[in-house]
């Protein structure tokens, strides 16, 4: 190809990952603050995967009138895609090369933990030539900011999942059925628990309150068997239980094989499982009708995965604000000369967050950034759940109530159950 003048330096908005509330407001708010500063912006299609084919012309040259309104908008104007430039160092250089012949100066990539790390490479490649910043997104809410900042796109995504589960909750008490809703979450269970607390979820189960213990599948279905039948000694005929999507990635691999099948259980570019081929709302809903059926309980199960509705939402008044701030801000910092920062806004202030200093020893990647159990926060979720507690079997009238919903004797209700709390308790 002939090469372009370069004339003007240029400022590049590459996004990877799934797709999260507040994408385009992050672009609009760097491609007008870079423009301001006499830069050119390109935005590169689908994230790194044409840049890793050396392909020169998949990018938009944006200008301000492209952008200016476009923060309203759910998804992404550039698209995005999960390609992995870090697994080849062909694929690698080819993204430096195509960067260096467009004369692209910055490097602001939006994403995950995989995108910061692939941007962090790319700067490493190119020998600190290009300078490189990364917004941190993610509805997960999982990579590692200080306790209390939301990723951008998390807050839409509880807002509209909350809303979800609102309606499911009126179906349920309508039909008369307990829903089983698995949320999006790979390691943590941020968003499911923050929709299963906001929306009044009878039960919401995450993988960080088995504190690192080994999560079966057989455990998690006799957490909930153990509350729809207290529910049912309750009188309550139906209910919503949330389930984070992360239980499955902390399963052992040969229990999902079991599950799922060898031909089921796949990887993504990034060496992920990829959960959302994994029907666990319909594997759960099955076990619990097969456990209801010998039991001798009448009791309607429904599975619903809830996660694809919430990417591309329109981003609520939270993200639009939230996301103006870090596109700014991402902008202001490489224009100051430093380079391979994750960039967050705490309280009222920009602050950069060196990748080095969030860095996993042992993956390279970001660290994730898991529930805290001993919070009050999820103490006091857990307070307004359906779950058995040691009172239920101090009490031989609990009990014993307990034991009849179930249409079994004493003795075997504990048998099945009491380690539950046990377990709970550490």
């Known amino acids: 190809m002939s090469t372009q003048e370069k004339v003007v330096e240029r400022l590049g908005i590459c996004v990877g990952g799934g797709p999260a509330p507040g994408i385009n407001g992050v672009i609009a708010a760097v491609t007008i603050e870079a423009i301001n500063n006499g830069l050119e912006v390109v935005g590169f299609i689908e994230g790194f995967k044409y840049l890793m084919a050396k392909d020169y012309t998949k990018f938009k040259t944006l200008k301000i009138s492209d952008v200016s309104r476009i923060h309203f908008q759910g998804g992404s104007v550039l698209r995005t895609s999960r390609s992995n ?5 062909v694929h690698l250089q080819n993204c430096v090369d195509v960067l ?60 509209v999942g909350t809303n979800i589960l609102r ?27 923050g929709i299963g607390k906001s929306a009044g979820a009878q039960l919401t189960i995450i993988p960080e309150e088995f504190h ?29 239980v949330v389930l984070a999507e992360g239980l499955l990635e902390h399963m052992d691999q040969e229990d999902l094989i079991t599950m799922f099948g060898q031909e089921n259980v796949k990887l993504d570019p990034h060496g ?5 081929e994994l029907d666990f709302g319909k594997q759960i809903r099955d076990e619990l009708r097969s456990r209801a059926s010998k039991r001798g309980i009448s009791v309607n199960f429904t599975e619903k995965n809830l996660g694809y509705e919430l990417r591309c939402a329109p981003p609520n008044a939270y993200d639009r604000e939230y996301t103006r701030d870090l596109g700014y801000g991402a902008v202001s910092y490489l224009l100051s000369g430093r380079s391979g920062a994750l960039i967050s806004f705490q309280g009222t202030s920009m602050v950069p967050m060196d990748f080095e200093d969030i860095k996993d020893p042992k993956t390279g990647k970001a660290r994730v950034r898991m529930v805290d159990c001993d919070s009050e926060g999820f103490k006091v979720a857990v307070k307004y759940m359906i ?40």
């Open 272 to 276: 992920h499982i990829l959960l959302a």
């Open 85 to 89: 430039p870090t697994k080849n160092p």
């Open 212 to 240: 690192g213990s080994k999560i079966t599948f057989n455990r998690v279905c006799d957490i909930i068997e153990s509350t729809v039948i207290k529910r049912l000694a309750k009188g309550k005929d139906h209910g919503v």
């Open 167 to 193: 309606n499911l909750s009126e179906d349920a008490k309508t039909a008369g059925r307990f829903f089983i809703v698995v949320a999006m979450g790979r390691n943590a269970g941020h968003l499911a628990l």
């Open 387 to 426: 779950r058995l507690s040691a009172k239920d079997f101090n009490n031989p009238q609990k009990l014993q109530i307990l034991a009849q919903a179930g249409k079994t004797t004493e003795e075997e209700f504990k048998k099945q159950f009491e380690y539950l709390v046990h377990s709970e308790a550490h």
């Open 100 to 159: 260096s012949e467009l004369n692209v100066k910055y490097l602001v990539t939006i994403g995950g933990d995989d995108t910061a790390f692939s941007s962090m490479s790319i700067a490493k490649a190119a020998d600190n030539k290009i300078k490189v910043c990364h917004v941190p997104k993610t509805i997960d809410n999982d990579l590692p900011l200080p306790n209390g900042i939301p990723t951008f796109g998390y807050q839409t995504a509880r807002e």
